[in-house]
């Protein structure tokens, strides 16, 4: 199946700064990568969906001009969380899914943001 | 939309059988999936089911009843290692998506 890494799997950041989250696919060429965020004892909640060469597409109350996404390559898709605040810590996750039948997302290792 | 429901807990004993239920009301249907999830860690497939019936696979089954939006995976032999959260996620069939929508997990206890 597809192996996606992400990178790094914790970063613990001040108030105001910005965090980059990568997520590599590294034996399928990913034109698509899903981006999750889970709270303690919560549910995935997906937050964009991001297109190899174009805008990534966000869920409703996720603020695109705060969680910035890059996919420029079929391999790299990057996540950035801009000016982070306390209530941005938690556990962010980007995954691969082709939809197809039976094929199940691949999700990348994760990565816990702590924001102090 | 989309609404999923999941215990948020259970306990077991190690070596006992666990079942997990799942309830869910979408817009189509198109596939339930159950992830293992373990603390820190990023989800892991455990099973897949699109038409009525059992799925088995080793000492884990997942069953599905389209009729009823109702799925429950069943546990045999359970070892301590199988602690984990176990999300039911169902994808739907609204707009041509095919991005599964998570439970929020049922956090299973084995304890010898």
């Known amino acids: 199946g597809a192996v996606v890494s992400q990178h790094p799997s914790w970063v613990i950041c001040k108030s105001g700064t910005s965090v980059k989250i990568e997520c590599r696919s590294l034996d399928f060429q990913a034109t698509t990568m899903f981006w999750y965020r889970q709270f303690p004892k919560q549910s995935l909640m997906l937050m964009a969906t991001?297109?190899?060469?174009?805008?990534?597409?966000?869920e409703q109350g996720v603020e695109k001009d705060k969680f910035l996404i890059n996919h420029a390559s079929l391999t790299l898709s990057t996540l950035t969380v801009t000016s982070a605040h306390p209530e941005d810590s938690s556990f962010y996750i980007c995954?691969?899914?082709?939809?197809?039948?039976?094929?199940?997302?691949?999700f990348g290792q994760g990565t816990r943001l702590t924001v102090v | 939309g989309q609404n999923i429901d999941q215990p948020t807990e259970m306990t077991a004993t190690e070596g006992a059988i666990v079942q997990i239920n799942c309830t869910y009301q979408?817009?189509?249907?198109?596939?339930l999936f159950w992830y293992q999830q373990h603390a820190g860690e990023a989800p892991t497939f455990l099973s897949y089911n699109v038409l009525d019936g059992l799925e088995e696979k080793g000492r884990f089954s997942s069953f599905l009843s389209r009729s009823k939006g109702y799925s429950y995976l069943l546990l045999k032999e359970l070892q301590m290692k199988d602690s984990a959260s176990y999300l039911c996620?169902?994808?739907?069939?609204?707009?041509?998506?095919?991005?599964?929508?998570f439970g929020r997990g049922t956090s299973l206890i084995v304890h010898p």
């Open positions: 979408t817009s189509g249907f198109n596939g």
């Open positions: 991001s297109n190899e060469g174009s805008k990534a597409t966000y």
């Open positions: 996620a169902v994808r739907g069939a609204s707009g041509g998506s095919y991005i599964p929508t």
């Open positions: 995954s691969q899914q082709t939809g197809v039948g039976n094929t199940e997302a691949f």
